[in-house]
């Protein structure tokens, strides 16, 4: 029987020579036209590692968030943008614990097929940011039918998903009297093969540029009919499902900053061992060792909770600090690997045939998503030390 440190080494390999096949170059490319990396993602569907937390009776892999964590870590170790794919091992979780019989047999087959993309989670809106309870999207029932309408920010890969978890209200926000505040909100895993098929104008789709690569837009939706059957799990308590993903979510973007931090600290090295200044290496200067250890000491460490984060969440246990934690760890090594990379190539780390400044670009978003590592310091004080609440 192998042991879980030979799989996770089997594993990293096998993402590894895949990711070989998408060079600097690529991401280059993708990154400069804002296009989606489908080539990459269909690549990584192909070899069912997208599939990975799908149970093998599915025709899944069957693994569990630690080696999935893994597979993100690898993508962004090698240069590549795990954001394009990851939100179908982190959106699993609401389908797979949640989901009734029915749209498991329904779904999950497809997915781990590859005949069904799973990409897009719709959440977030403008005035309630983080404070997910306040969110105002409705969903009203209507004979066999719910009847959805509002505003969504931040809904990413919405054109490359043919499934979309959306969350909305099913009854009128609770009164704060003594009334659980997350009461009221469903959960919906909505078909837009069938939306874009018989009612197309109920749902618009706007794009969003922003500072790196990511497929993300605003929606509108325009009285977009779903039927019952969507509701995932039961009506009103859609929220605590969601929070079952969000554990997973911050594990697997932890993952995915400490493979960043992992790609900054080589390349500084690399960049440190051949760059020659007033005739001797760059790296023999202590003012561009120290920075980069120091980096490289700390994505260790971030790594090191970033494993007991999803030890704890394999095994069924609580792990809401140790996810959020790995986190914040996590985010703020890679963006120390990050700053010291791009200062040991000076200038040329401007240049984007050098690729840092894209991965810098990529890698500041872990400090202020899934969550703003402040929110996580208030969760920590709070949830873990014991301290007053903030807000």
């Known amino acids: 029987m192998q042991t879980l440190t030979t799989g996770l080494d089997q594993l990293r390999e096998q993402t590894r020579l895949l990711c070989e096949g998408f060079p600097d170059a690529y ?56 954001a394009a794919c990851h939100a179908q091992m982190y959106t699993m979780g609401a389908l797979l ?14 997915i781990a097929a590859g005949s069904l993309r799973l990409q897009a989670f719709s959440i977030t809106e403008d005035k309630a940011g983080s404070d997910t309870t306040s969110i105002e999207t409705a969903a009203v029932r209507d004979g066999d039918d719910f009847v959805i309408t509002g505003h969504k920010s931040w809904t990413s890969r919405i054109e490359e998903s043919d499934l979309l978890f959306v969350l909305a209200r099913t009854s009128g926000k609770p009164d704060g009297k ?15 093969r069938q939306v874009h098929q018989e009612q197309p104008d109920t749902l618009e789709v706007v794009k969003v540029r922003t500072m790196f690569n990511y497929a993300t837009n605003q929606i509108h939706y325009h009285g977009m009919r779903v039927p019952a059957s969507a509701v995932i799990g039961e009506v009103g308590k859609g929220f605590r499902y969601v929070i079952d993903g969000w554990n997973a ?5 932890a993952s995915e900053a400490i493979g960043d931090g992992y790609w900054f600290t080589k390349r500084g090295v690399e960049y440190a061992n051949s760059r020659e200044v007033f005739g001797r290496k760059i790296g023999s200067n202590q003012g561009v060792q120290f920075p980069i250890t120091d980096a490289y000491m700390k994505v260790r460490a971030a790594d090191m909770m970033r494993y007991e984060a999803a030890r704890l969440f394999d095994a069924g246990e609580p792990c809401g ?47 202020v998503a899934p969550v703003n590592n402040n929110m996580i310091k208030s969760f920590v004080a709070t949830k873990v030390l014991g301290l007053p609440r903030s807000y």
């Open 249 to 253: 979510e911050r594990i697997l973007l």
């Open 178 to 192: 003594g009334t659980d505040k997350t009461h009221g909100l469903t959960l919906f895993l909505v078909d837009l």
């Open 27 to 82: 991401w280059r490319e993708t990154d400069r036209n804002r296009r989606y990396p489908q080539e990459f993602v269909d690549t990584l569907t192909e070899a069912g590692l997208l599939s990975a937390l799908i149970p093998a009776e599915y025709g899944g892999l069957g693994l569990g968030l630690t080696e999935a964590s893994v597979i993100m870590e690898e993508i962004n170790k090698s240069g590549g943008h795990s």
């Open 97 to 110: 614990r949640h989901g009734n019989a029915a749209q498991k047999n329904e779904y999950l087959p497809q």
């Open 321 to 367: 600090a140790e996810a959020n934690m790995a986190k914040h760890l996590a985010s703020e090594a890679s963006w120390a690997a990050a700053n010291a990379c791009l200062d040991t190539h000076g200038g040329y780390g401007f240049v984007d045939e050098y690729d840092v400044e894209r991965k810098f670009r990529e890698t500041r978003m872990f400090q």
